[in-house]
């Protein structure tokens, strides 16, 4: 069931950013979850403790929340992000995706069509409508989670987990508010990451000069050039995305360059290659 929800909502991904088929997508909104079983049907009484609460609801946490309310467990699903999908859906591969292939587009119209004979003058890129483009693809993906866990019955409670003993999880709301504490029978953690640091680099997202993958999401003009630390998928696809959005645009990512000891240092290494990356 879970590989069959995954499918659906990749399809949506896919059709958000031009390239799912009409005959894919409707195969794929015909496949439907099992029924819960009857005899696991729970009250949603908030006396009862939790037969599952999920720490985090990201890629490794929603799915485990819709699996446990389907199989009928008394479910909460705890994220201090205030949106469901974690990394991947709100800051990561979905939205780097999503302006990936608008800069391709771009890049296609303004240089890639001479050979085949075709010819448009002063094609230009409207930033704000491209991030509006991605805004619109991240919000309908978190918004169909959200909905999941509705229909399958799963309490979605906003705030930071903390364990404060086994089987007893204090939940820090992120809107105001008392704290509270939940108990549960079982206890999934799935609380992901966060981008990675360097010593005496300070990252701020707000003034869009020394950023990390999250900040190069959110540019508010194309850079003329850009210098990246790290090479992973985000980064790369990031490097891609301002590349192509200007001819001017020079990107280059340090490889390697991040290399951690036993002792949690980081060293910087001086290889660097043409291409595009962004720190994570």
Not at 73 to 97: D, F, Q
Not at 102 to 117: I, K, M, T
Request: proline share 5%.
């Amino acid at each position: 069931m879970h590989l069959a929800l995954a499918s659906v909502g990749i399809a949506s991904l896919l059709a958000s950013v031009g390239i799912a088929s009409p005959a894919m997508l409707a195969r794929l909104s015909r496949t439907r979850a099992p029924r819960a079983l009857p005899s696991l049907r729970r009250s949603m009484s908030t006396s009862e403790p939790y037969d599952v609460v999920v720490i985090g609801g990201g890629p490794g946490g929603y799915p485990a929340a819709i699996k446990a309310g389907q199989l009928g467990l008394k479910t909460a699903c705890i994220e201090m992000r205030g949106r469901l999908g974690g990394t991947c859906l709100n800051v990561g591969c979905i939205p780097s995706k999503a302006l990936l292939h608008s800069s391709h587009l771009y890049e296609e119209a303004a240089h890639g069509w001479g050979p085949h004979g075709i010819s448009a003058d002063n094609v230009k890129m409207d930033l704000d409508k491209l991030m509006q483009h991605k805004k619109k693809t991240v919000e309908g993906l978190t918004g169909g989670i959200e909905g999941l866990l509705k229909k399958y019955k799963v309490d979605y409670i906003k705030g930071a987990g903390e364990i404060v003993a086994p089987g007893s999880v204090k939940v820090h709301p992120i809107e105001g508010g008392e704290e509270q504490t939940v108990t549960a029978k079982n206890v999934v953690i799935a609380t992901g990451s966060i981008p990675a640091s360097l010593p005496n680099v300070n990252v701020d997202n707000a003034g869009k000069k020394i950023v990390d993958s999250t900040g190069a999401l959110d540019l508010s003009a194309v850079p003329e050039k850009m210098i990246v630390i790290g090479a992973g998928v985000i980064g790369l696809e990031m490097g891609s995305v301002w590349r192509c959005a200007a001819a001017r645009n020079s990107a280059r990512f340090l490889r390697g360059a991040i290399r951690r000891n036993s002792c949690n240092s980081t060293d910087a290494t001086r290889a660097s290659t043409p291409g595009g990356s962004a720190p994570r």
